[in-house]
Nanobody
Framework: VQLVESGGGLVQPGGSLRLSCAASGFTFKINAMGWYRQAPGKERELVAFIGSSGSATHYADSVKGRFTISRDNAKSAVYLLMNSLKSEDTGVYYC??????????WGQGTQVTVSS
């Protein structure tokens, strides 16, 4: 079982990033997926959800209208397009199944830093 997040980096406020998550070791296409964020000193929170087929999506109020989650079941991958980034979007971003079917497993995450 493996989740590998990538695409993070340092970006100025108002900028954009596209995160990717490559999944392996489980039946990706039957699982809903989510992107989570852990800001410094805070608990990990779910920011975006996508159903197994990709037709259903939901977002935390803090990112609604700015972030877009998508998936490619043929590639076992899920993506997060982040636009109009704000300093409060800074954190480590992780992907995982919803509900979590791999126990306490988390990938290494990808760091997003929004700063001028």
């Amino acid at each position: 079982v493996q989740l590998v997040e990538s695409g993070g980096g340092l970006v100025q406020p108002g900028g954009s990033l596209r995160l990717s998550c490559a999944a392996s070791g489980f039946t990706f296409k039957i699982n809903a997926m989510g992107w989570y964020r852990q800001a410094p000193g805070k608990e990990r929170e779910l920011v975006a959800f996508i159903g197994s087929s990709g037709s259903a999506t939901h977002y935390a109020d803090s990112v609604k209208g700015r972030f877009t989650i998508s998936r490619d079941n043929a590639k076992s991958a899920v993506y997060l397009l982040m636009n109009s980034l704000k300093s409060e979007d800074t954190g480590v971003y992780y992907c995982n199944t919803i509900p979590r079917v791999m126990g306490d497993y988390w990938g290494q995450g990808t760091q997003v830093t929004v700063s001028s």
